[in-house]
Structures are given as C-alpha cells and as structure tokens.
C-alpha cells in the first residue's frame, strides 16, 4: 500500500469547505465559513471557542445530525452529503458516538442497562452486549455501580454510564459537547482522564468541545473557532 492510500485509509473524518448559516428574523448569522478539517483514527482534538462560536453547530454536522449549507462531510472516505435520513442513522449507529454535558441516561434502565442499549439496538446478543457493558463501566471504576439506576448514582458516575454508553458499539468517531461542564473541577479532572484513556485504549477519536483551557491541553491537537474559521494552536 502505498503513503497516499495508507494515509486516506488513516482519516475517519473529513469536513471539506463547511458553511453553515441560521437566519434570525431578516438577518444572517454565518456561523461556520468554508471551514476544513481532517481528523486520523485515534486522535483526540479538542475545539474551544465563546459561547455561540459554532462548537456545537460543528459537531452536530461531523455526527449527521445536522446538514452544512455547502461543503461536504466524510465518514471513513464515504460521501454523506447525498445520504437519505435512514442512512445517515446507520452511519451514525455504527460509526460515531456522541457525549453531552448532560448524560441523557434512561431513568429507569441500570447502569449495565443503559450501556449495552446500544449494542442490543444494533443486533447484538444480549449476553455479549451485558458482559461488553460491564467490562466498559469496570474500565472506568463503576465496577460496584452496574445494577444501579441513574437516580442512585453522582454527577460523576452518570456522566461515566454516558461515556460508556458512547463507546458501547466501538465507534470510529466519538463526539463530546462539553462532556465534564455540569462536573465540579476535581470530578471533571477525574472524569476527563478516564475517558480520554478509555478512547486511546479503543483507538477512537474524538472531538471534543470545550471551554476548560485546562483540558484542552491534554489533547493531541486544539483548534478554536474565531468568526467561523477554524485556527490550529
């Protein structure tokens, strides 16, 4: 294999020429402008900006959940612009898992519950995907919390549950909003070592948006977003 093709098979996601613009009564607001971006399999870039900088907007159309005005997005080299709805559900079933800052846990489903969702929604065998959730919540020390619903557990904890959840069906791409912001400073710490470990361990990459300065710098790469353009530190 030659340096171009190895170097093609190594990109997960491609973001080629995005815009994006809201209207907000008779004005436009250009949020993203003609921004690109490559990211390789395993690398953890973080992406800092104010408030309303696009952090989100960009994350929402790297997980097809929302669509570009213009540009094209790439999973694993696959086109996606084209994509019926049903498609993009697959690509982002199979591909790609999203964090948030708030965990979005399903109150009445345990720990162990909550994460092999996503496996058993994906086709897979109800012992290997409770046996695959317990070994992911034992990786990130909620080894005594599996049967634990999310009302029984900390901030911490059920942000941990969340993670889990995100990596369950072993993604090519993990999305994380602000995934530690609704944690307190040590537990944020805490948290954020573990899950950056859990994705180098799974070789996922992720994109994480932040506003801790402090954890951005843990990354592999950081890059803000100023008036809609993306700036490499």
Do not use: W
Not at 115 to 132: C, E, F, I, Q, R
Not at 174 to 186: F, H, R, S, V, Y
Request: proline residues 2%; hydrophobic residues 35%; charged residues 20%.
């Amino acid at each position: 294999m030659n340096n171009n093709n190895k170097k093609q098979l190594d990109i997960v996601l491609t973001l080629d020429n995005i815009s994006r613009i809201y209207s907000q009564g008779n004005n436009e607001i250009n949020v993203l402008n003609n921004v690109n971006l490559e990211m390789r399999r395993g690398e953890i870039i973080s992406l800092v900006g104010n408030s309303g900088s696009g952090k989100s907007s960009l994350l929402h159309i790297a997980g097809l959940l929302e669509k570009p005005n213009s540009g094209e997005i790439y999973i694993s080299d696959v086109k996606c612009s084209k994509m019926t709805d049903f498609e993009r559900t697959i690509v982002r079933r199979v591909s790609i898992g999203f964090i948030y800052q708030f965990h979005h846990l399903l109150s009445d489903f345990t720990a162990v519950d909550n994460v092999a969702m996503p496996m058993l929604l994906s086709g897979s065998d109800k012992v290997y995907s409770k046996n695959k959730a317990i070994d992911l919540l034992n990786n990130l020390g909620l080894q005594d919390r599996v049967n634990h619903l999310p009302s029984q557990l900390s901030g911490g904890e059920q942000q941990r549950v969340s993670i889990c959840r995100a990596l369950a069906n072993k993604p090519d791409i993990l999305l994380a909003d602000e995934p530690t912001g609704n944690l307190d400073i040590k537990t944020a710490e805490v948290v954020f070592e573990q899950f950056i470990s859990l994705a180098r361990k799974n070789n996922t990459s992720v994109l994480l948006a932040t506003h801790n300065q402090k954890l951005s710098e843990k990354s592999d790469r950081t890059i803000r977003i100023i008036d809609g353009q993306l700036v490499e530190n």
